[in-house]
């Protein structure tokens, strides 16, 4: 276990001095900054009308009204919409502006602290799962590809605890990288929402920190899945090339797949619910992804845990079962 760890503090000392890590995780908190900010000024924006409602063209023809602010509507009806507009749409456009007020107090939850977590989070699920590929599949190809893996294994280093100490970094760096992203976002979630009115009705309660947890460990576990499969990937053809291509490209295409076998083939759904992109996004959760990347509606997260571990022993045994085993080559170039 020592001479794991302390190839992992060495493979930590070389991962730390190359650039991609840092782009990857600067890019990553870009974003997730980003969408707690931009949502900060989409709730003002909506704060100031208290949202909008569109007038029909048969009622707007002739009098320029197009749409009509919530506040305007709801602090006197008669006058915020043209003449002769019947009563019962008025009462229609009156029951979507409440509407309208939901989803504002909606946008203000999301600003609380808790609430910009888990916006960060979403991201988090979305971006760093490619980011991963990436820099899983480099770190593990590179050694490959410039032939420094031979001299580092001649030296009395194991192959199995070498591959197990740059596993657990991989690991690790993930789980840092999470963890300062969420950070981030609660400190700016503190900001934005002292910053923002409450609205109308008053601050809603935001998601309750041990929901944030449990959307926490499934979006690491998420991303420790696809780590893993990626990095299996590329182990097996000694090719960071390779292992990007097919991980960032099965991750794209597999949805796409879905909805084209199921067409093709009755009762694809079924064998669809064991594909592994499909089980690591159900396992992040299907609100902490997009759609249609998501496309996991169905899948339990028993079910997915169960299926996304699967994959784990599955990819991460037959890679180091062939490692063991396998001559190493000199420098392969990709």
Known sequence: MSNVLNIARWEWFKLQRRRMPWILFAILLAFTQLSIWGG??????????????????????????????????????ATAVPDGTPAQMIAALTQRCRVENGRIAGMYRTLQPAGSISGALR????????????????????????????????????????ITGKYLLLVGAATAALLLVCLAAAGSGVLVSHLAVPPPGGAPAQPAMGEVAVAFVRT??????????????????????????????????EWILIQVLSRVFEGFDKVADYLPIRNINALAGESFT???????????????????????????????????????????GG
């Open 220 to 253: 690491w576990a998420s991303l420790v899945t696809y780590l893993t499969i990626a990095g299996s990937i590329t182990l097996l053809l000694r090719s960071t090339a390779a292992g990007m291509a097919i991980s960032l490209a099965w991750y794209a295409v």
């Open 123 to 162: 991201i988090a699920a979305l971006l760093e799962l490619v980011m991963l590929g990436i820099l899983a599949t480099s770190f593990i190809g590179s050694e490959y590809g410039l032939g420094t893996l031979r001299p580092i294994l001649v030296r009395g280093t194991g192959r199995i605890p070498y």
């Open 40 to 77: 900060l000024g989409m709730y003002q924006s909506a704060m100031a009308t208290g949202g909008q409602v569109f007038i029909p063209q048969r009622l707007a023809m002739g009098t320029g009204v197009r749409s009509v602010a919530c506040k305007d509507l709801l602090a006197n009806p």
């Open 290 to 332: 997009a759609a249609p990347i998501a496309a996991a509606s169905g899948i339990s997260t028993l079910h997915a845990s169960l299926v996304s571990l699967a994959y784990v022993i599955v990819f991460a045994g037959l890679a180091a079962v062939v490692f063991r085993s396998r001559d190493l080559a000199g420098a392969a």
